[in-house]
C-alpha cells in the first residue's frame, strides 16, 4: 500500500474514523490514546456552533500536530431537529469524503464521545461504510466531582445524569429515585432549577460547578451560585448523608 | 525547603495526597495528568482484595516509576461495612504519616477515583488534615460504550448508573425513567437481571460488556451473554430508538 492508501490492486482502502474524547478542558485531562491520535493526525474534524470557537477543538489544541487538513462541522443549535440534522449529513458526507481517500479522520469531541456528544450522530451516518471507532474521554460530572471534591456515588447508590431542558415534573421524579444527580446544561434554567431544588428539600446537598477544568472554574454551594449560568454549567445534587463513611 | 520537605522554619512541610483515576483498564486511556503524577510519585498506593491482585496497579503498571515506595491498602468485600471501615481507618492512618514526612501520596483509582471508587473513603478520612486532589478518569461505562460504539445519551435523554446490587422493584422503577442505563457490577447477579430485563420486555435493547478496554474483552446482546459473569461486567441499556439521528 502506498503512502497515499493506494493497495496494490489499484483501489484505495478507506480510513478509519476515530471520534476522540477530549476530556472536559484541561488539556492534560487528555488520555494518552487521545494525544496520540491527535498528536499524529493527517486530517482533524470537530464540531462548532456557527459563527463560534469550537470547544473540542480549543481542548486539543495544545495538541495538534504542526501541519494538518482540518474540518469544521457547524451544527445550529435549534429547537426542531432539521437544521442539525442536514448538518450532520453534509458533515458526513464531507468525512466521507476523506475516508474514501484513504485518510483516517480523528474526530475530536469535548469530554466523551458517546454522552452527549455529537460524534454519535455521525457514527450512525458512517458506520454502516466505514470503520468507526470511539476513544472514550474523561466526562464533564466526573471532572465536576473532582474539582469539588465530592463523590458521584458509593456502593449501592444511582447516580443519574438529567438534562436540564426536562420540565420540573420529570427532572423531581428522577431526582426522588436516585442517591446523586448531575443537572447538565443549566445555563438558561439556573432559577428554575433553584426554585426546584428549594422545594424539593434539597439545596444544602446542592453545589454548583461551571466551567470545571477549564480556566474560569468556578465552584459554589448552589445557594452562593451566581445569578446567570453559562451553558456548560452543573448542578450535583448528592442526597447521601455521608454515605461513605 | 530542602528536598525531604523540610522547610527552613524545621516543620516539615505534609505532603499532598492525589486520588488518580486510571481509567478502565488500557494503559493509553489514562490520561496525561495522571501518567505525569504516576510517572514522578514517590509513593504509590492503591486498593486491593485481601490475597489478590490491586486492579488499579496492574493498569498503571506501565507507567509506574523505577523506584517508588508502595503502599498497598486491603480491603475486604463484606456485607457489613465495618471491617472496610476498619481498613480504611488503618489505610488512612498509613497515608497521614507519608504526607507528615512531607511526601505526595498518589493513589491509584481504577476507573474515575468519585465514581464507586475507594477514594472516596480515604478522602473523607484525610481531607480535614491535608491537601487532597482529585484527578478525574474515564469510567467504565463510558468506555464500555465505546468498545460497543453504543450512545450513552443524546440531547435530553436521561442516564442512569445503577448497581446490579439493588432488588427487582428498585431496578424495574429506575430503569422506567431513564433513557439509558449501565447497570454496574453484573456478577452473579446476571440471570436475575436477564429475567427482569426481558420482562421488561428490553431483551432486545440491552447490551452485556465484560472487561471493556482490558485483555479479554466481551461484547454481546444480552440474549447471546454467557452464563457466568465476572465482577467486571456491565449491563448496557439503550431504550431509545435511534433517537440520534
Known amino acids: 500500500m502506498s503512502a497515499s ?8 482502502k478507506p480510513g ?30 470537530y464540531p462548532a456552533l456557527p459563527g463560534r470557537e469550537s470547544l473540542a477543538r ?8 504542526g501541519v ?5 462541522i457547524e451544527v445550529p443549535m435549534t429547537a426542531e431537529r432539521a437544521p ?10 464531507r468525512i466521507a469524503e476523506v475516508l474514501e481517500r484513504g485518510r483516517d479522520v480523528v474526530f475530536l469531541c469535548a469530554g ?28 464533564s460530572p466526573m471532572a465536576a466531582a473532582a474539582a469539588a471534591g465530592l ?50 428539600g434539597l439545596t444544602a446537598r446542592a453545589h454548583y460547578v461551571e466551567r470545571a477544568a477549564m480556566a474560569g472554574e468556578v465552584i459554589r454551594p448552589l445557594a452562593e451560585a451566581p445569578d446567570a449560568a ?3 454549567s452543573m448542578i450535583l445534587v448528592m442526597k447521601g448523608a455521608d454515605p461513605w463513611l
Do not use: N, W
Open 151 to 200: 463523590p458521584l456515588a458509593a456502593r449501592d447508590e444511582v447516580l443519574t445524569m438529567l438534562p436540564a431542558t426536562l420540565d420540573d415534573a420529570a427532572l423531581r421524579e428522577r431526582l426522588q429515585l436516585c442517591d446523586s444527580a448531575a443537572i447538565m446544561k443549566v445555563g438558561r434554567h439556573l432559577a428554575r432549577l433553584r426554585a426546584l431544588l428549594d422545594d424539593m
Open 112 to 139: 466523551d464521545p458517546l454522552f452527549y456528544g455529537s460524534f454519535m450522530y455521525l457514527q450512525a451516518r458512517l458506520c454502516g461504510r466505514f470503520a468507526v471507532r470511539a476513544v472514550p474521554g474523561v466526562a
Open 84 to 93: 442539525a440534522q442536514a448538518a450532520y449529513d453534509a458533515g458526513a458526507a
Open 58 to 65: 480549543e481542548i486539543a489544541a495544545p495538541l495538534l500536530p
Open 230 to 232: 453559562p451553558y456548560f
Open 5 to 12: 492508501g493506494e493497495s496494490v490492486s489499484g483501489r484505495v
Open 16 to 45: 478509519v474514523m476515530f471520534g476522540v474524547g477530549v476530556g472536559p478542558g484541561d488539556a492534560e485531562l487528555i488520555t494518552l490514546k487521545a494525544a496520540r491520535l491527535i498528536g499524529a493526525a493527517q486530517v482533524v474534524a
Open 68 to 72: 494538518f487538513e482540518e474540518l469544521r
